[in-house]
C-alpha cells in the first residue's frame, strides 16, 4: 500500500472574496510501516493538510490516493486531534470502541479490540471512567487507542501533544515510539517541534511558512528501538540542528507576518 | 549619606486578599428562619382580627383546609386533571420540539423555512391563542393540552436550535474521521451533546406549563387547579383559594427536583 499526496494545493477564500493560498503543489508519497512528520513554522497550513488526507477538508487542486490498498472494510484514516476530542459522555472504554461500533463488529469483537489497545497505551483500570475525569496524558492516550481501534490504512496525528505540559509530552513522544515500533501503522505525523519530528519519524518532511511549501524532505536514519538515549546522540542532533537550519528564518519572518 | 536621607520612610504593609467579598457565605438558617417569620407575621396579623379572615385566612386554617381536601380526596381530582394536561402537552411540546430543533438546527432548508416562522410566533402570548384553539380543538381537553403544548413548544425548539448550533465541531469531525454518517451524527454526537439544552428548555417549559394550565382551566373547565381557585374565588372561600396557590407553589418545586435527578441520571458525564 502506498498513499500518494499527489500536488495539493489548498486557497481559503473568505466572504469578501479575498482568498489565503495555504498549501501549494505538495507532493509526496507515505509507504507502508511509515512513519511520516510533517514539520513546520506555525501557519504553514500543517494541519490543512492533514485535514484534506483525512476527508475532512476539500483541495483546491490535486488529490489524495490510496494505491493497492486491500482495503474491505478498513477505513482509509482515523484522526488523534490536538485537543482529543474524546465524546464526553462516553467513558473510556465506549470513546475507543466508537469506530469498531461504527463498522458493525459484534460487542465481543469491539471488547477484544478494546482490551488489546487499552492495554497497549496503558489504560487499564480506566475503562469506565469519563474523560473529564482523566488528565491531558490519559485523555490523548484514549485518543490514540481510538484511532487505533478502528485500524485505519494510515494514522493520522496533528500535533497530538501540543496541548501536554513538557514533562509529559516527552513522556508520550517514548509511549508513542513504542506503540508504533509494535504496530509499525502508516503515520502521518504532524508538528511544530524539530526534536519531536526527529524522535519519532523515518523521515521529516519540512513545510515553508505560507504558502506551504516542502523545502526538503530528510531521511531520519537512527535506529529503533528509539528512546532516552537518543538527545544525546550525535547524528540526532545533527539532523536537529539541519532541520532548525530550514526552518530558523522560515519561523522568524511567520512570526513577524503575524505580528 | 544623600541617598539615605531622600528616601521615604518604609512601613510595614501587609498584602491582603482583595476578592474576599467573592466568597458567598451560606446561610442556611437564615433562609429558614426568614420563611418562618413571614408565616408567623402572618398568623399573628389574622390573629389580632386586624384583617377579616375573608380576605387574609391564616396560614393555619389554610393548612387545616389543605388537610380536608386531602382526606376527602377532593384536591387530587383537580391535581390530576392538571397533571395529565401538563403531561400530555409537555410530551409532544418536548418530542416535537427536539425533532424540529435539530431539523433546523442541522439542514439548511428546513432552518430556512423554520427560522422565520418560529420568529413570528414566538412572541405572542400562547394564552391570546387559546380562543382560536377552543374555536378549532372545542371546549374540551383538546385545547387545553394544545395550548401548553405551544407554550412549552417554544423554549424546548429554541434551545435545541440553539445546542445543535453551538455543538463542537472537533467532536462531528472525530466522528466522521471515525467512519459515523450523517444519521448516526445526529444520534451519537448532537443528540448527547444537545442533552444540557433539553434539560434548560424542560425547566423553562414546566413553568411555562403551569402558568398556562391555570390560565386554561380559568377559561373553561371542570375540574383542575385553575378551575378550583376560580370557583373558589367566585364563592369567596379564600381558604381553598390559598391550598390552590400552595399546590402550585409545591407542583414547582417537586418538577424542579425532579428534572434535576433526571438530569444527574441522564447525563452523567457533567460533574
Known amino acids: 500500500m502506498k498513499v500518494l499526496i499527489d500536488h495539493l494545493s489548498k486557497v481559503y477564500a473568505d466572504r469578501r472574496g479575498e482568498s489565503t493560498e495555504a498549501l501549494r503543489d505538495i507532493h509526496f508519497d507515505i509507504r507502508d510501516n511509515e512513519f511520516v512528520v510533517v514539520v513546520g513554522p506555525s501557519g504553514c497550513g500543517k494541519s490543512t ?12 487542486s490535486g488529490q489524495v490516493i490510496f494505491e493497492g490498498a486491500q482495503t474491505g472494510s478498513r477505513p482509509h484514516t482515523a484522526v488523534v486531534f490536538q485537543d482529543f476530542a474524546l465524546f464526553p459522555w462516553r467513558t473510556v472504554l465506549k470513546n475507543i470502541v466508537y469506530g469498531p461500533e461504527e463498522r458493525g463488529l459484534k460487542w465481543t469483537d469491539q471488547l477484544e479490540i478494546a482490551r488489546k489497545y487499552i492495554a497497549m497505551v496503558g489504560l487499564q483500570g480506566f475503562e469506565n471512567k469519563y474523560p473529564h475525569q482523566l488528565s491531558g496524558g490519559m485523555k490523548q492516550r484514549v485518543s490514540i487507542a481510538r484511532a487505533l481501534a478502528n485500524d485505519p490504512l494510515l494514522l493520522l496525528m496533528d500535533e497530538p501533544f501540543s496541548a501536554l505540559d513538557a514533562q509529559t509530552r516527552t513522556l508520550m513522544q517514548y509511549e508513542l515510539a513504542r506503540i508504533w515500533e509494535e504496530t509499525h ?7 511544530h517541534n524539530i526534536q519531536e519530528a526527529v524522535f519519532l519519524g523515518d523521515r521529516v518532511l519540512i513545510l515553508s511558512r505560507r504558502p506551504g511549501r516542502i523545502l526538503d524532505i530528510i531521511k531520519i536514519d537512527l535506529a529503533r528501538p528509539r528512546g532516552e538515549h537518543l538527545s544525546l546522540e550525535k547524528r540526532y542532533l545533527e539532523y536537529v540542528d539541519a532541520i532548525w537550519g530550514h526552518i530558523k528564518n522560515q519561523a522568524r519572518e511567520a512570526m513577524e507576518e503575524i505580528g | 549619606m544623600i541617598g539615605e536621607v531622600d528616601r521615604p520612610m518604609l512601613e510595614k504593609a501587609i498584602v491582603r ?11 442556611p438558617w437564615l433562609s429558614i428562619a426568614s420563611l418562618m417569620m413571614i408565616l408567623l407575621l402572618w398568623e399573628g396579623v389574622s390573629a389580632m382580627g386586624w384583617v377579616p379572615h375573608l380576605f387574609l385566612p391564616a396560614p393555619s386554617s389554610v393548612l387545616s383546609e389543605g388537610w380536608t381536601m386531602l382526606k376527602t380526596g377532593i384536591i387530587f381530582k383537580h391535581i390530576f386533571s392538571s397533571l395529565g394536561r401538563i403531561l400530555w402537552g409537555f410530551i409532544i411540546a418536548c418530542s416535537l420540539g427536539i425533532f424540529v430543533g435539530i431539523l433546523i438546527g442541522f439542514f439548511s432548508i428546513p432552518e430556512a423555512i423554520g427560522n422565520p416562522i418560529i420568529a413570528a410566533t414566538f412572541p405572542i402570548p400562547k394564552i391570546a391563542i387559546l380562543p382560536l384553539l377552543i374555536l378549532w380543538l372545542g371546549i374540551g381537553e383538546a385545547s387545553k393540552v394544545a395550548v401548553i403544548a405551544l407554550g412549552v413548544f417554544f423554549p424546548m425548539v429554541i434551545n435545541v436550535y440553539t445546542g445543535v448550533k453551538n455543538v463542537d465541531p472537533l467532536l462531528i469531525k472525530a466522528a466522521l474521521s471515525l467512519g459515523s454518517n450523517r444519521a448516526r451524527i445526529i444520534r451519537k454526537v448532537i443528540f ?18 403551569l402558568l398556562l394550565v391555570v390560565a386554561a382551566e380559568m377559561v373553561a373547565a371542570d375540574a383542575g387547579i385553575g378551575f378550583m381557585i376560580l370557583t373558589a374565588a367566585d364563592l369567596m372561600q379564600t381558604k381553598k383559594l390559598m391550598v390552590g396557590l400552595i399546590v402550585l407553589s409545591l407542583l414547582g418545586i417537586f418538577f424542579n427536583w425532579l428534572f434535576q435527578k433526571l438530569e444527574r441520571f441522564f447525563i452523567p458525564w457533567k460533574q
Open chain 2, 17 to 27: 486578599d482583595k476578592t474576599y467579598f467573592l466568597q458567598m457565605k451560606e446561610h
Open chain 1, 185 to 191: 501503522k502508516s503515520l502521518l505525523y504532524i508538528t
Open chain 1, 49 to 60: 493538510l492533514l485535514n484534506i488526507i483525512a476527508g475532512l477538508l476539500s483541495s483546491t
Open chain 2, 192 to 209: 448527547p451533546s444537545i442533552l444540557p439544552m433539553i434539560f434548560a428548555g424542560m425547566k423553562l417549559g414546566i413553568g411555562i406549563a
